[in-house]
C-alpha cells in the first residue's frame, strides 16, 4: 500500500494543475469558515500537498495529521515550517487512539481509499459530542463533466480518465452518493458547498489565461452550486 501511496505522489507532482492549485489552497478557508468556533482541535487525514496542512495549523488550537506515506512525509517537511504541527505515520484503516476531536477532515480522502464508508464511520466515532466531519470529494456531476457528456466527449459521467487512475482515485462522487454514504452511517448533513465552479476544462482555462479575479470567481459563486462544481464539500456531525 505504500508504494501505491507514493506512486501516486508522483503522478501528482507530473500533473499538478491549475484546478488543484484553486481548491487545495480555497477549501481549507471554507472549512474553518463552516467551522466557526469549533476551532478547538483537528485531525486531518492525508497531508496531500501540504496547504492545507499549514492552514488548518494556524486555526486549530490543537492539530494532528495522519499520514500513510513516509516519502509524503519527508517531502512535507522539507517544504514547510513543520513546528508545533503532529504528523502520524500510519494508515487511515489502522489508526487508533483514544483522543477526540472537534473536526475531522477528509480533504479528497475517499475517492482513494478501499472503503469510503468505513473510513467515515471509523473517524464519525473520533468526534467530541459537538464535533463534525468535513468531506471534500471530486464530483462525478461537474458542470464541465456534463458539458462534455452532452457534446458526446465524455461515455460516461463517472468515468475515470487515465490521469484519474495514475493519481490512484478509484471513484468519483454525486451530490446523492455522498449524501446517501453519509446519511447511511448515521450522520445528519450541516452543510453542502462547491469547490470550484467552472464551465470548461483546465486546459481551456489555461489556453484563455483567465485573470485571477475571474478564477476567484468561480471558486466564490461556486459556494452556492455544488451539485455543478468541480468538487463538493460537505459537513456533518451525529444527531443532536
Partial sequence: MSQEIDQDLTAYDRNYVLD???????????VVDMAQARTGSMLELGLG???STEYFANAFQRYRVLEGSQEMIDRFRERFA?????IIHGYFEDFETDERFDAVSMGFILEHVDDPALII????RLLSPDGSIYIAVPNAESL?????YAAGLLA???ALSSADLEFGHKRYFTLESLLAMVQSEGLEVRKVEGLLLKPITTQQMLDLNLSEAILQAMLKVGVSY???CNSLLMRASWPR
Fill in 20 to 30: 488543484n492549485n484553486l481548491t487545495l489552497q480555497w477549501y481549507p478557508q471554507r
Fill in 49 to 51: 500537498h501540504g496547504f
Fill in 82 to 86: 513543520t513546528e508545533g504541527i503532529d
Fill in 121 to 124: 464511520r471509523k473517524y464519525a
Fill in 144 to 148: 464541465h463533466r456534463r458539458f462534455g
Fill in 156 to 158: 460516461d459521467m463517472g
Fill in 226 to 228: 455544488p451539485e455543478l
